[in-house]
């Protein structure tokens, strides 16, 4: 069995072979990608767990952001040279606009988080939206750390970020979407063909408010937000 995780992985697993079952950890839209006939009857060596497209969520969490920091006119985009990057950026743009925000996207290059804050704080930014993406989610520790650093609110893509630092989250469970392409492989090794299992997609999405974090820089969360969200770390 292949795990593939991302949409980057999935594609050159699949051109790899046809026959050794393959179990995506994290598609975004299969379907649209090609990878899969549909999600109720996937077809060929491959199945698994999809989380929503990356632009689905992306003006829910711009708009989440803006309701944690009211006083936000300048919000930074972290953003990746991935293709599921623009389609993000292109989405909150369309959000921005409706909501009066100016956004200052800054594109991660090298690896260089440091560069990429010092042009957050040089532009006045006074929020922070990281985007979904596989590199940031790598890079997540070293963005927690200069978000505090610079006094940034921020929010992220997995609840998990938050419970380890980051000010909020809104997502599916990264541990509980793990949990699931696990279930893939063991039903396929014990015989069941990928063509026979449905790919899974998640069916709730938390809102995780870091309380801790957000006293910490200095950001006080509206409570009406803090009564919405799923999960609060105090």
């Given amino acids: 069995v292949i795990v593939a995780v991302s949409p980057t992985a999935i594609k050159p697993a699949l051109v790899a072979t046809n026959t050794i079952p393959i179990v995506m950890g994290f598609g975004k839209d299969p379907v649209r990608d090609g990878f899969i006939a549909s999600l109720a009857k996937p077809g060929g060596n491959i199945t698994g767990v999809v989380v929503a497209p990356e632009d689905v969520l992306a003006g829910k969490r711009l708009e989440l952001?803006?309701?944690?920091?009211?006083?936000?006119?300048?919000?930074?985009?972290?953003?990746?040279?991935?293709?599921?990057?623009?389609?993000?950026?292109?989405?909150?743009?369309?959000?921005?606009?409706?909501?009066?925000?100016?956004?200052?996207?800054?594109?991660?290059?090298?690896?260089?988080?440091?560069?990429?804050?010092?042009?957050?704080?040089?532009?006045?930014?006074n929020a922070l939206f990281v985007l979904a993406s596989p590199i940031l989610n790598a890079g997540r520790d070293r963005i927690i750390q200069l978000a505090a650093k610079h006094r940034l609110p921020a929010i992220y893509e997995w609840p998990e970020h938050a419970e380890v630092g980051g000010m909020m989250a809104y997502g599916s469970s990264l541990a509980e979407l793990s949990r699931r392409v696990a279930w893939y492989v063991e039903r396929i090794l014990k015989g069941t063909k990928?063509?026979?299992?449905?790919?899974?997609?998640?069916?709730?999405?938390?809102?995780?408010i870091n309380l801790q974090t957000a006293k910490q820089i200095g950001t006080r969360i509206p409570p009406n937000l803090l009564a919405r969200a799923d999960k609060v770390i105090r």
Wanted: charged share 25%.
């Fill in 65 to 125: 952001i803006k309701e944690a920091v009211p006083r936000a006119g300048i919000i930074a985009v972290l953003a990746t040279p991935e293709p599921s990057s623009n389609l993000q950026v292109r989405e909150t743009e369309k959000v921005a606009s409706l909501l009066g925000i100016k956004l200052l996207t800054v594109v991660l290059q090298d690896s260089d988080y440091e560069k990429a804050f010092t042009n957050m704080t040089a532009n006045k930014a």
């Fill in 194 to 208: 990928p063509a026979d299992l449905p790919v899974e997609q998640p069916t709730r999405f938390e809102l995780v």
